[in-house]
Structure formats: C-alpha cells, structure tokens
C-alpha cells in the first residue's frame, strides 16, 4: 500500500485453497495460501469531478460520475460494474461524497475464471483505495476544523499516534467520529467528574483544569432535531482557548508538575 498527496496505490494478491475448496460452500473453513499474482490498483486525484475507470491490460476505460455510482443496480456485472459497486458500498458506509474526480487504474495480474480469487482481489484493492481517498483527505480545511479552529492539538496527537508516540484511545475514537461526520449526545451539565487527572496516568498531569459541577438532576430534556448544536460548539472551543490561563499561570503549573514529577517522589 502507497499513499502520496496525488496517488494511491493498492494490491492483493491471488489465493489457491489448499484443502477445503468445496466445504466452503458449506460454511465450512478452509485452508488457503497466497500466490505470486496480485491485483495493483492505483487511485490518481483529478482537478475536476471526473471519474475514469481504466483496465491496464485492455484498452477499456469509462467515464462516470458519482450520482452514477449511487445508482447503480447489480445488472450485467462486467469488470467496471463491479467496480462501481464497491465505490457505491463505500460512499454508503461512509456517508460521504468524493473530494474530487480521480483516475482508477485497475492492473489485475491474476488468471479470472481458475478460482484463484482474481475477483475477491479487484475487491480488496478497489476497496483500501477508495476508503483511503475518502478517509485520508486532511487538507489545511480540514486539519482546523479537526482542531476546534486550532484551539486544541488533536491533529498532533494523530501524527504521535501515527508515529508511536501516542496510544491514546480518546484520540481515535475521536477521529473515527470525525471522519463520518458523525455527532455524539453530551450533557450541557457534567453526570461524572473526570478523576484521570491526578497525574497517575500516562497521557495526563495532576492539574485541576477539568473539574466540574457534578449536575444534581437526571437529563430529561432531549434535543428533537439530530444536529450540531453551534452554540455548545462555540462554548468548548472558548474553554479550549482559555482553559491553560495566562502566561504566568501555565508556567507556575508547569513548575508544579516539575517539582511533583522529580522532587517530591
């Protein structure tokens, strides 16, 4: 697998079953190997809405558009039929559109019709391309809004978990909702207090900026329309600014935490 800012590129191999080729069918395992043929598919960023489908080992290429893809059927399933229903699943589960048109090359090295899974391959290549096209497009855009307008280093912590600096559950779970467009059901008045930031775990020191008022009455007040609520998004992005205080103040608290890590241990 290769990802640059303009291509990407995708391969699986072929397989050839081993024991089992017909249990299968049956719901039953079976005992598979891979083989030296495999499936690249490489995804090439256009400038317009394009979408070109090109067979390297033919002449063949199509031109498409996305509302083509979103309705396509399951009739006559040649090579880039099929090709557009693994697009259309994608768009789906993501709920998403593309970025931009893109090219498609597909270069399928593996004999069709020998049962060595030159479809299932075509699948799999398809599939990581396009899920990489549509989960990987950080642009500047992007990055900030990702960052509440960049008042918080959560692009930071993507690139310290990316590099195995940062194992931190709370970032990847954010970013899973992020890159559905997803939305999450919080409180306007905290149920639990937070009691992580007593210096005892790995990604956090001892500081007090977390507390809250624990809310004396149960939440019975719900919204009616499944939306972002703009001014609950202007309230955390105003902590986030503010929540270190002055100059003065962040360095008096990170003297504290100097003394608690080295001297009073």
């Known amino acids: 697998m290769k990802n640059t800012q303009s291509s990407i590129t995708v391969s699986a191999p072929g397989k050839i079953h081993l ?19 495999r499936c690249f598919v490489e995804l090439t960023k256009r400038d317009d809405k394009k979408i070109v489908l090109i067979a390297s080992n033919t002449t063949d290429f199509v031109t498409i558009t996305e509302e083509e ?27 998403k559109s593309f970025p931009s048109g893109f090219s ?37 855009e992007k990055i900030n809004r990702f960052s ?11 690139q310290e978990f990316k590099a195995g600096k940062n194992n931190s ?10 890159l559905k467009g997803g939305l999450t059901l919080n409180p306007s008045a905290s149920l639990i207090n937070n009691i992580g930031n007593d210096g005892s775990g790995i990604h956090s020191n001892n500081e007090d ?14 919204p009616t329309e499944i939306k972002e609520d703009r001014q609950a998004y202007q309230a955390i992005k ?7 205080g002055s100059l003065f103040q962040r360095g008096v ?11 009073a241990k």
């Open 238 to 244: 105003h902590f986030l600014k503010h929540r270190k």
């Open 19 to 37: 024991m089992g080729e017909h249990a299968v069918v049956y719901g039953k395992p079976a005992l598979l190997a891979a083989i030296d043929k």
């Open 69 to 95: 893809i979103l309705t396509k059927d399951k009739k006559n399933l040649q090579l880039f039929d099929y090709v557009m229903l693994i697009m259309q699943q994608a768009l789906l589960y993501y709920h």
């Open 209 to 222: 900026m977390y507390q809250v008022k624990i809310a004396k009455k149960a939440v019975k007040k719900f």
């Open 148 to 158: 509440i307008e960049g008042t918080m280093n959560f692009w930071k912590q993507m």
């Open 104 to 140: 498609l090359v597909i270069n399928n090295q593996i004999p069709q019709g020998r049962g060595l899974g030159s479809s299932a391959a075509i699948a799999v290549s398809v599939a990581g391309a396009i899920t990489l096209f549509l989960r990987e497009n950080f642009d500047k």
């Open 253 to 263: 608290r990170f003297l504290k935490q100097l003394r608690e890590k080295y001297i």
């Open 169 to 178: 559950w709370a970032i990847r779970w954010y970013a899973s909702i992020f």
